[in-house]
């Protein structure tokens, strides 16, 4: 790859195929976003955020009674026709100081730095290692406008240009992506499939030799797009490889209340800081060793997926204290802040009871049990995803697709065809040099799931031959170029509508 190409910046091709379904009127499995709101306490909390304006009256407001709003902003004749539009300007116009549509503090409302520090207390308490020292809402923690952000700054703090970061494959787009556009160097290590074991392995040889050459390492743990949930061993290894090559380890942990039964444990791990089960003393690591690690440990995270609002754009991030500044000022001239009223929604969303999170896990797994088996009735293979809610399959043992040269083609044929879109698998390797694999989402409600399935039965009317007669194939970045004005605002107009959904 030339030093050119190396640093050459592309649109999402995820985002791309989300566009694509709905000028095709395709079910969307491709883009990894739900189709259902964020819990009610949050969109509640915003709502009398921007309305009330202070954080005292936006309790007020959310503590009122109905009746008495009525009896005091609407006219007692007009009170049986009102719009909750018209209700809403109401107590809009109430007036007064406003400080939640304002400019706050760049790197996160404290009150929410406080929510997040509690946040990590409940869940990674005592020696699975989030202790105040390391969440200290003043001094580790910095809220983002999402992990896309978050890992931006990041990588902007601890590296320059001409530095190297290792990156897993297969990976999120973002990561190879954010290295170009901060003229970083990529080492790539790959997660191959194991059909015998049912397994997603890694080299460590291989991650071990490359970790000299790099600066950080970027670890998605629950992984996107295979599922896997990396064990206590792997763990150990990885932060052993760090801890010797003093190269930092950030850790994407978007999906950490989404691993089912199955899978390598039961709770998300903390691997920079656990001393209950990866930085122990059984495992050869002392205690120079453990703050060593927890010096090299930066930690992503958002509202995004575990609360069904990654439209919301609020993330942070975790860093130990001597990184923490330079995060901050990055931040500071990248985006200034996430969003005010955001924030004090984000608050009640951390708050969730226990029940709400157990959900999460319960809900996808559904999901997952559902789209797999139907997959596989149809001829796709994979290793069973035990967290997150993607699935990456081979498709070549499906009779439609084997003709495919390219995961491109067989996703271009399934969403002009069927009417499912998908994302190409070798997306998620460099140079996409695996050609494999096509990306399935399980985020979507059950009858989306199930109106998708229904849809993909029409691949049995195909063989490979027949399937190759009416393919035409497809060009991505053409598809840039062709894109009209009118079509953005089509796009625009229908991206929340029917149609996105497939139920047009």
């Known amino acids: 790859m030339s030093g050119t190409d190396e640093f050459e910046v592309r649109e999402s091709v995820i985002r791309k195929m989300t566009r694509l379904a709905i000028e095709y009127k395709a079910i969307n499995l491709s883009q990894g976003f739900p189709n259902e709101g964020p819990p009610t306490e949050g969109v509640c909390e915003l709502i009398c ?3 009330g304006g202070t954080d005292e009256k936006h309790q007020e407001l959310r503590d009122k009674k109905v009746s008495e709003l009525m009896d005091a902003l609407i006219d007692s004749s ?12 109401a107590i809009n116009k109430m007036g007064g100081v406003d400080y939640i549509s304002q400019y706050s503090m760049p790197f996160g409302r404290p009150a929410l730095r406080e929510k997040i520090a509690s946040y990590y207390e409940r869940f990674y308490s005592g020696q699975k290692g989030a202790t105040r020292q390391r969440v200290d809402p003043d001094r580790t923690i910095t809220v ?3 992990a896309t952000e978050s890992l931006a700054i990041v990588l902007r703090t601890i590296c320059k240009p001409g530095d190297s970061v290792l990156i897993m494959e297969p ?5 190879p992506s954010q290295a170009a556009v901060l003229y970083l160097h990529k080492e790539f290590t790959e997660l191959k499939e194991n059909i015998t074991t049912n397994k997603w392995e890694l080299d460590y040889d291989d991650v071990k030799a490359k970790a000299d050459k790099c600066k950080a390492m970027i670890l998605c743990d629950p992984h996107n797009p295979t599922g896997k949930v990396f064990d206590v061993g792997e763990l150990q290894r ?4 760090c801890i010797e090559h003093d190269m930092y380890l950030i850790t994407d942990d978007i999906y950490e209340h989404m691993i089912y039964p199955g899978a390598a444990h039961d709770k998300h791990i903390l691997p920079g800081w656990d001393t209950e089960s990866i930085l122990t003393a059984d495992a050869g690591f002392g205690e120079d060793d453990v703050e060593k690690m927890a010096n090299l440990y930066i930690i992503m995270n958002s509202l995004s997926k575990t609360w069904s609002a990654t439209g919301w754009r609020c993330g942070w991030v975790i860093s130990p204290q001597h990184l923490t500044h330079m995060i901050r000022a990055v931040h500071d001239q990248m985006v ?3 969003a005010t009223p955001i924030q004090v929604g ?4 951390l708050d969730m009871p226990p029940n709400y999170f157990l959900g999460v896990a319960s809900k996808y797994q559904e999901r997952r049990n559902f789209l797999v088996s139907e997959l596989e009735k149809l001829g796709f293979q994979c290793t069973w995803p035990n967290s997150a809610y993607y699935v990456f399959m081979r498709y070549r043992n499906v009779p439609a697709l084997k003709g495919f040269d390219t995961p491109l083609d067989a996703a271009t044929f399934i969403l002009k065809e069927i009417g499912v879109a998908t994302v190409p698998g070798d997306n998620f390797y460099h140079n996409g040099h695996n050609t494999d694999y096509i990306r399935f989402c399980f985020c979507r409600q059950l009858p989306d799931l199930k109106a998708a399935i229904e849809r993909l039965q029409k691949l049995n009317e195909y063989d490979a031959g027949s399937a190759l007669e009416t393919f035409s194939a497809f060009d991505l970045v053409a598809y840039d170029h062709s894109f009209s004005p009118f079509s953005n605002f089509f796009v625009d107009a229908v991206f929340e509508g029917l149609i996105y959904y497939g139920r047009a």
């Open 346 to 349: 984000a608050q009640a969303l």
């Open 171 to 175: 990976f999120h787009e973002l990561y």
């Open 144 to 146: 983002t406008l999402g």
């Open 49 to 51: 955020g921007l309305l």
């Open 238 to 241: 990885i932060c052993r490889i």
């Open 78 to 89: 007009r009170k049986q026709d009102t719009t909750l539009s018209e209700f809403l300007s």
């Open 336 to 338: 200034l802040q996430a």
